[in-house]
Every structure is written in structure tokens, then in C-alpha cells.
């Protein structure tokens, strides 16, 4: 896994040409779930407890340790930056995906987030039971 300041960890944004809010706040996915995770925890369990039931990621405490550096998480829980980055990653993702569901109906939009909140909490149970 790459975090900020290791060799190899590129942004994506400049590797692809595309735009990339994560890349834009200087973040890797796994620190976006942590971060998320965070934001909806209750500091039961431990982030990198949490963290590690969630993903594959094979050392849950060095990305929760990088955001701590970060001032982004304290007590494994946001952080006001914290959540003022979520916030701004959320705008700018709802900004480059508005389009994509704007030329959906209205009646479809209802089946497929039905659908994949489905597959999401179908994919949270075999996370948890593994």
C-alpha cells in the first residue's frame, strides 16, 4: 500500500488525466474508508480493528496512523479537518457524478440504489463473517 510521502505513491489523477478527489486531498482509498468508517463509528471497536474487518489491507494501523499525522483522526473519530475534508471529497464526488444519474429515470434511480445498497449489505455480512 502506498501513503503519502512512500515511493511509488503517485496520485491518480496524474497517472490517468482524470480527476480524482481523493488524489486532489492527497489520499489513497483505504484512507478514504478509514475515513469514512470513522465518521460513522462510535469508537467501538478500534479503528484499526474496524478497519481491518472491512478491508484487505494488511496493516489497518499504519493508515490510521497516517491520518492521525494528518490531523484528520483523533480518538478514532473524525476530526473537524477531518470532516471538513470528507465534506469537500463528497462535493466533489457528488460534482463529477451528478451527471451520471441525471439521465437516469427518476423510477430507475429508486431500483438500482435498492439494488446496490442490496449487494452493499450483502458484501458488509460476508466481510463480517469471514
Not at 66 to 83: C, F, H, N, P, V
Request: glycine fraction near 4%; hydrophobic fraction near 40%.
Amino acid at each position: 500500500m502506498a501513503l503519502k510521502g512512500q515511493t511509488g505513491a503517485t496520485p491518480r489523477s496524474h497517472r490517468s488525466g482524470r480527476p480524482d478527489p481523493l488524489a486532489d486531498e492527497d489520499l489513497v482509498e483505504t484512507q478514504w474508508v478509514a475515513l469514512r468508517l470513522a465518521e460513522r463509528s462510535d469508537g467501538s471497536p478500534a479503528l484499526p480493528a474496524l478497519l481491518h474487518d472491512t478491508t484487505y489491507v494488511p496493516d489497518t494501523a499504519e493508515v490510521v496512523d497516517s491520518l492521525i499525522a494528518r490531523s484528520l483522526i483523533r480518538d478514532d473519530r473524525l476530526s473537524e479537518s477531518g470532516r471538513e475534508t470528507v465534506a469537500r471529497i463528497e462535493h466533489r464526488i457528488e460534482e463529477l457524478t451528478s451527471g451520471i444519474w441525471e439521465a437516469v429515470h427518476p423510477a430507475d434511480r429508486v431500483a438500482a440504489e435498492r439494488a446496490l445498497n442490496t449487494v452493499l449489505d450483502r458484501a458488509r455480512a460476508v466481510l463480517v463473517s469471514r
